[in-house]
């Protein structure tokens, strides 16, 4: 699916009711009509098969009600009428209509009145059969003609067919007008339906993986004394599951889409950091995903070399836009490493190990006689790189003495050189503490604001025995990170900002100037417990939890980063992705955050250092998986974890 040019002009999609089960996805308004205007339509793998579809009884629309999600790909909306003469102020007939994304909805009329009703139905419909990406820059097209078509209507273009049928047939259809017409009698308190599917033509339902049985991620249930806990880890989940994309040339293989209704296509280093923070829902997305980017993997003899291709990034007001291929590449042995601990089959690590190599054989290929790794390069070095590139030397020796391969030595060797250079060259010394430099350009010089990105130097990785990899920064450095981070510059009370208030070009709406970033979000609480700085991590945790709920418990890719008062709701930004495969796998990383679970299958041991301040309270995880088998946590109000339930033969590590 093509990904539209972000300008200005976007469509906001802030307020619209958006169900997704890839490559289905439809987008109205909260009335529940579809005009054609903006967004609205259902979509088919990036085109519009139907941009039209507005209800009429009695000749006139239904008063809306409400509008609400009912999962990830199901939508409720519900309106009223006065369909009776003189039935005074209460309606009496109500319109029901259940919208699913793969094309299929369910119009129902509901009759209260204490009379026979005789109601007429009217659905107009009609199509542009414009792509995306046409429609998000403003360039669709008009209305194509219609056709009346076996119980329904059809429509065809240069870009191909679309029909909608009807069930029970309509009494009328009129091409002209895209009309569909019914006369019903409904008896007192009765009710009638209607269910139109729309396709493009020769294509099935779009159902997501989830409803076939065939999805690689477990379904987890939390529960405790926060009810906010339950919602969000399955709206999480829901979310996940709506955003799996298949391999067309290998079917089995899924990995997610960024996010709807922009990025629902493949986006590698979201895919890889979102498969990583689920992996407490087992190994199955990880391996999809890896083995999918790994058939991407760019050969040959240049400097290019083992890369993970992928577009570039904005990277806010501060440095140019970045290469997400360099952050993929970096990824793809970390996940690979920690999938393996958290018990992907040897067969499948030893399948995948190759490409992992020639990912790490080109960071050290890169970086050459240097210490540092420029993103791209020659450019900045950025951070947020030696962040991605340390971690990945690290968990890659690890994963190559564990699999019995040569080069861990060189590459811990390289790292260790990488962490005593970085404490001295990164490092901004100042009156209120100092702070790690964003990035240095090409003649050294650094830049010192502070955003969200040092998150990353907090990320450091699970190694064997559940041991966190070392990091970046010293220990004297990490503490001044966790108090940056937990103050009011950085911590808005919904989350994380991207970029501190007092910084130069601040904007609470800027994607990577100010806006709160739910992923960064939950590394940062991720990694400050982690590091033992409970009390960062628990504002965080509470004010990302506190903006879940405002958002239905479907976190968005970002939300404004305005201070939260009191009784304020975090500001919605217009073109964020909703859901987003990031955000909702963060939702997972927050919660297993609380038990600090930390496997080691081929040890056969699982670790546990839960938040001891128990931000939440008790919390219960169940459904998870390790080493293939289901996994259930308790952390109780003390701050104590206790297994409920494990694979046979894992055992407890201290």
């Known amino acids: 699916m093509p990904t539209p040019r972000r300008s200005v002009e976007l469509p906001p999609t802030h307020t619209a009711m958006i169900c997704v089960a890839l490559p289905g996805l439809t987008i109205s308004s909260e009335d529940g009509q579809m005009t054609g205007q903006g967004l609205e339509g259902f979509y088919r793998a990036g085109r519009r098969v139907l941009s039209r579809c507005q209800v009429r009884v009695a000749g006139r629309e239904p008063l809306a009600m409400q509008a609400r999600m009912t999962s990830a790909d199901r939508a409720r909306f519900v309106g009223t009428l006065r369909a009776s003469p003189h039935s005074g102020p209460d309606p009496d007939l109500v319109v029901e209509r259940i919208r699913h994304a793969d094309g299929t909805e369910r119009i129902t009329l509901h009759s209260a009145a204490r009379r026979p009703l005789r109601v007429p139905l009217e659905v107009a419909l009609g199509t542009d059969l414009a792509d995306l990406g046409a429609i998000a820059s403003g360039t669709a097209g008009p209305e194509l003609p219609a056709s009346v078509h076996d119980s329904g209507l059809r429509w065809s273009g240069a870009a191909g067919y679309s029909s909608v049928t009807a069930d029970p047939p309509p009494a009328d259809a009129l091409a002209s007008a895209g009309l569909l017409r019914w006369e019903f009698e409904l008896p007192p308190g009765g009710s009638t339906s209607v269910e139109l599917r729309v396709r493009p033509d020769g294509a099935g339902p779009a159902r997501a993986p989830r409803r076939t049985g065939t999805s690689p991620l477990s379904t987890a249930r939390a529960s405790g004394d926060d009810p906010r806990v339950q919602p969000l880890l399955r709206t999480s989940v829901e979310d996940l599951h709506a955003l799996l994309l298949r391999d067309p040339a290998h079917p089995s293989d899924m990995q997610l889409a960024a996010g709807a209704p922009w990025r629902c296509g493949p986006a590698p280093a979201e895919a890889l950091a979102a498969a990583r923070m689920t992996l407490p829902l087992g190994t199955g997305l990880a391996a999809g995903t890896l083995r999918s980017l790994a058939r991407t993997q760019l050969g040959g003899a240049g400097p290019q070399c083992g890369m993970i291709p992928g577009p570039r990034r904005d990277a806010g007001v501060h440095l140019p836009p970045g290469c997400t291929g360099t952050e993929a590449t970096l990824l793809f042995p970390a996940l690979l490493a920690e999938a393996r601990r958290w018990g992907l089959p040897e067969a499948e690590t030893e399948e995948l190990l190759p490409a992992a190599e020639r990912c790490l054989a080109w960071l050290r290929t890169t970086v050459g006689e240097g210490t540092y790794l420029s993103d791209p390069h020659p450019g900045p070095v950025r951070c947020e790189t030696q962040a991605h590139a340390h971690r990945a030397a690290l968990l890659g020796a690890d994963l190559l003495d564990g699999c019995g391969r040569p080069g861990g030595a060189e590459l811990r060797q390289w790292a260790q050189v990488l962490r005593t250079e970085f404490r001295e060259d990164f490092w901004v010394d100042d009156r209120g503490g100092g702070r790690p430099a964003a990035a240095r350009a090409p003649d050294g010089t650094l830049l010192p604001y502070l955003g969200a990105a040092a998150v990353h130097l907090l990320d450091t990785g699970l190694l064997g025995g559940g041991e966190p990899a070392p990091g970046l920064l010293d220990k004297v450095q990490t503490e001044q990170l966790a108090r940056l981070l937990g103050g009011p510059g950085m911590d808005s009370g919904w989350g994380l900002r991207g970029l501190g208030v007092t910084e130069v070009g601040y904007n609470p709406f800027g994607h990577r100037s100010g806006a709160v970033r739910v992923h960064e979000t939950a590394i940062a609480v991720a990694g400050l417990a982690a590091a033992g700085y409970e009390k960062e991590a628990s504002s965080l945790l509470r004010g990302a939890l506190a903006a879940a709920e405002s958002f239905g418990h479907r976190l968005p890719e ?72 289901p996994f259930s946590v308790r952390v109780s109000r003390l701050g104590l974890a206790m297994v409920e339930e494990a694979a046979g033969g894992l055992q407890l590590g201290v």
């Open 558 to 629: 970002m939300y404004a980063g305005e201070q939260r008062t009191a009784g304020g709701a975090p500001l919605p930004h217009p073109a964020a992705c909703r859901p987003a495969a990031t955000a909702a796998a963060a939702g997972v990383l927050l919660l297993v955050t609380l038990a600090g679970i930390r496997p080691d299958a081929p040890a056969g041991t699982i670790t546990l250092r839960p938040m001891h301040s128990a931000p939440l309270g008790e919390i219960v995880l169940r459904g998870l998986r390790i080493a293939g088998a």
